[in-house]
């Protein structure tokens, strides 16, 4: 009788499709890190040009349409030269990525009423810090680090006995 040995090419498939899983899950975190990076800068560049507003409405849709077209355009420039890929690839990649992370930091931002203190304070540094919480807030709630087991306590609460030894 002959002896069907399929069990070792099956582990070395599911291996490898592991690793392509892994892989695709590191490539993907990256192209979403660089399309925050870039939506960051081209908000940045808009506060610190003196359109703080221009930011606040584009972030709540309330813009005009030529303006959110031009904002996205350079936001999609910024992210084609970040990414390092080149031709139908790069712009395929951009498309999704761009608007999935857009989506995310605007979801994030009416989650956490950022929208309404960016309308309260007008301030250029103060704008500029709440774009840097956004950005930081986005990228916890796209990528959560459920390895470390960190926790925030409040200042009168007892420490676990694993740090007092």
Do not use: C, Y
Not at 9 to 36: D, I, Y
């Amino acid at each position: 009788m002959k002896k069907l040995s399929f069990l070792p090419p099956l582990f070395s498939a599911a291996r490898a499709t592991g690793l392509r899983a892994w892989q695709t899950g590191r490539l993907f975190q990256r192209a979403v890190r660089t399309a925050l990076d870039s939506i960051q800068d081209v908000l940045r560049a808009e506060v610190q040009k003196g359109n703080a507003q221009l930011v606040i409405d584009f972030l709540t849709n309330k813009g005009l349409p030529a303006v959110r077209a031009l904002l996205l355009e350079r936001m999609a420039a910024r992210l084609l030269l970040r990414i390092g890929l080149r031709g139908v690839l790069a712009s395929s990649v951009v498309g999704w990525v761009l608007p999935f992370a857009l989506e995310q930091l605007i979801k994030v931002g009416h989650k956490t009423g950022l929208f309404e203190k960016l309308r309260a304070n007008s301030t250029v540094a103060d704008t500029l810090r709440r774009l840097d919480e956004l950005k930081q807030a986005t990228w916890k709630s796209l990528a959560p680090d459920h390895g470390t087991g960190a926790e925030v306590l409040p200042d009168d609460a007892e420490l676990p006995r694993q740090l007092l030894s």
